[in-house]
């Protein structure tokens, strides 16, 4: 078997509690939030990693988003990546996840050769879990779902074992393909800092780079419309303060569960 060309598409995603709604865009606000790689992306760069050792190989990192993405990426290149490349663009703002797989499908190609794309099965933020496949769609390839470990059988066809409600399932598919990985199946590595120094290490890429007609990309190539936004009310707690003695407290206590039941 040759050595694998795997690229793993990871995003940059802010720290959930921290986001807040544009009421005119209709937008998440991520401007005060602090970001972190998507969680499930880091568990994809760790089995392609490991892939990469037992079959040899490269492994390349590709994201799209703003330009403080790109020293986030030298996380995945101090884990022992090979490259890492950011698609950067103000006409990629806003996009949905048509053409957000659209354009992570041409960084992929601008690449060049590839046999296998990682990615995890979901962003913490979006939560769709529908790139991975709109990509491997718009490559016109073999994908695999929610993957919990990759493995090669002898005629050179990907092995997957994926998750589905109530077990597990095994698939075979033939290369180049993409697959999406579960969260937590694996630990991440731990970093080597010495390869997070080079600010030069990631490659940027503009939107005009990918060679797509901008209607295509961003907010404008985006179907989804987002008719309203509103704040989810928290719910009130209640307290009740019981007096007595510990018996009494107790008896009142079992009272106040018995009505809640």
Request: with cysteine.
């Amino acid at each position: 078997m040759k050595p694998l060309d795997i690229i793993v598409c990871v995003k940059l995603v802010p720290k959930p509690e921290e986001v807040t709604v544009n009421a005119e865009t209709r937008t998440l606000d991520r401007a005060k939030a602090r970001s972190a790689l998507n969680p499930p992306d880091m568990n994809a760069i760790e089995m392609a990693l490991g892939l990469r050792e037992r079959h040899g190989g490269t492994v390349s990192l590709l994201s799209m988003g703003p330009p403080f993405a790109a020293p986030y990426l030298q996380v995945g290149l101090a884990m022992g990546a090979d490259h890492a490349y950011l698609l950067s663009d103000r006409l990629l703002g806003g996009a949905d996840t048509l053409p957000t797989s659209l354009a992570l499908a041409k960084g992929i190609a601008k690449i060049g050769e590839w046999d296998l794309v990682l990615c995890g099965e979901e962003s913490s933020d979006g939560a769709t879990g529908q790139v991975p496949q709109g990509i491997a769609e718009w490559l016109g390839c073999s994908q695999i779902t929610y993957a919990m470990d990759l493995s090669f059988l002898p005629d050179g066809r990907l092995r997957g074992e994926r998750e589905i409600r109530g077990g597990h399932e095994v698939v075979a598919v033939p290369l180049p393909a993409v697959v999406s990985v579960k969260l937590a199946v694996n630990e991440p590595r731990f970093m080597d800092m010495e390869r997070r120094r080079n600010p030069e290490a990631v490659t940027i890429w503009s939107a005009a780079d990918l060679g797509v007609d901008p209607k295509w990309l961003g907010f404008e190539g985006s179907p989804t419309v987002v008719g309203a936004v509103w704040q989810a009310k928290s719910p009130e707690r209640q307290r009740q303060f019981l007096d007595g003695t510990p018996q009494e407290k107790a008896r009142l206590l079992a009272e106040q569960i018995r009505r809640m039941l």
